[in-house]
């Protein structure tokens, strides 16, 4: 991993993506984490897009939390009834 203040952050976005195999890229600003630059493996745009979009976020959220409350379905049920 490597942490680098937003000041210092000098080499082009280009040039710290060619570097992702060697771990993420966490920028700080003030000593503060502003941004990340990740690897993606095993993902497409669309999982990449939803896994930071926080509405989305808090929709699952509020579907766990509703599961832990009242209750659910396990998967294997749903295959179950859905077989």
Not at 7 to 16: G, H, I, K
């Amino acid at each position: 991993m490597k942490v680098i203040e937003r000041a210092e952050a000098t080499q082009s976005l280009a040039e710290y993506a060619a570097d992702i195999d060697k771990g993420t890229v966490i920028v700080l600003d003030q000593g503060q984490p502003v941004a990340a630059l990740v690897s993606l493996e095993n993902a497409d745009l669309e999982t990449a897009f939803l896994s930071t979009d926080r509405r989305f976020l808090e929709l699952i959220e509020r579907s766990r939390a509703r599961v832990r409350a009242e209750g659910g379905i396990s998967s294997q049920e749903m295959r179950r009834r859905f077989s």
